[in-house]
């Protein structure tokens, strides 16, 4: 983790603040991403109304371990909707997963990141059966309402893990309640964020085993997944990350 270093006015508590500005650095991380499809009218229910839903496009699943960064270890997951903006293709954040109150707190603050707090399991490369395979889960309110499982292959990714990420920014929509008037919000913001990978270590491709969801009141992602084409692979990382400041579309 970064020295911490005590900052006034600009996160709170504004006298002693939770997390430092960006960028944000994710040292030796590693991920698994799952590909899937939505069915045809799904995505407009989620996407902000600027962002045009791409139907054929690869949605994602990310799994994801960060043994130290900025804010400190933890494990997050992303549930990713391929969508474009102005001709421009990306990825809507529709759910981000954390078991960090940093991580929680400075990606709601400062990207306006939908994060809940979760418990989240991603396994260490396992053998099974002569197979490589990692497995995850997530469970919120005592429901596991996702679980996933893919096995590595020897080959590499049939698709570049570095230009994936570094093409396809991330769309998302930061709102901030207003205090006074719940009918209106003090902020709205519609954002896009280039997320860098370096200093590759490992790369696999990935068959997927299984996406399993289950529905929860408290989350959408079965909501997302349980009609959703799940069976297009992916791919396993190990390498370096970097969050930077983000843009403002509208």
């Known amino acids: 983790m970064t020295d911490y270093q005590r900052r006034i006015d600009y996160s709170m508590p504004r006298q002693c603040g939770l997390f430092p500005p960006p960028p944000y650095s994710y040292p030796n991380m590693r991920a698994i991403v799952l590909l899937f499809r939505c069915i045809s009218g799904i995505k407009e229910k989620f996407l902000p109304p600027e962002l045009k839903p791409i139907e054929y496009g690869f949605d994602a699943i990310f799994f994801s371990e960060y043994p130290d960064s900025t804010v400190g270890p933890y494990y997050e997951n992303l549930i990713l909707l391929n969508c474009e903006y102005k001709n421009q293709h990306g990825a809507f954040v529709l759910n981000i997963y954390v078991d960090s109150d940093e991580a929680l707190a400075a990606g709601r603050e400062i990207w306006g990141y939908p994060k809940k707090l979760c418990d ?96 929860s009141k408290y989350d959408i992602c079965h909501d997302v997944l349980k009609d959703a084409q799940r069976d297009l692979g992916g791919f396993y990382v190990e390498c370096d990350q970097t969050l930077p400041n983000g843009v403002i579309l509208k």
């Open 120 to 215: 989240i399991k991603l396994s260490p490369i396992e053998m099974s059966e002569e197979k490589k395979i990692v497995h995850g889960s997530l469970t919120r309110k005592d429901i596991t309402f996702l679980e996933i499982q893919g096995q590595l292959l020897d080959d590499p990714p049939g698709m570049d893990p570095k230009g994936m990420v570094e093409n396809m920014p991330l769309f998302n929509l930061k709102l901030i309640p207003d205090i006074a008037d719940n009918s209106k919000f003090a902020l709205r913001q519609l954002t896009r964020t280039d997320m860098k990978w370096d200093n590759f270590t490992k790369k696999f491709g990935v068959k997927t085993d299984y996406i399993k969801s289950k529905a």
